[in-house]
């Protein structure tokens, strides 16, 4: 018997831990399980967005770096990427967008 008592105490405890009730409570009641559910789910947008526009970043200056070191190279940087390089300079210069 004692023993079944020091087992029930451990997964009490263990429960407790897990904050199993807290999660009953939340369940319990619709409106708080929906706000948490759309809280969590903004902030988890919020964050992919922030992490998407970084990674864009870097790899947008990954790919213009090469780009200009394509430049230099005698055959493919002055008949292929000279041009695209000097179309965007001029547009980007002008403000156009399209």
Known sequence: MERLRQTMGRLAN??????????VEIIKNPRRFLW????LGLVRGVGM????AILGAIL??????????????????EKV???IVD?????????VTR
């Open 81 to 83: 990427i000279a041009p």
């Open 87 to 95: 179309l965007i300079t001029e547009r980007l210069s002008q403000g």
């Open 14 to 23: 263990h429960m407790e831990s897990l904050r199993i009730a807290e999660y």
């Open 60 to 77: 947008v200056s990954i790919g213009i770096f090469v780009l200009k070191q394509m430049v230099t190279l005698p055959v493919i940087g």
């Open 36 to 39: 948490v559910n759309f809280t």
């Open 49 to 52: 967005f922030i992490g998407m």
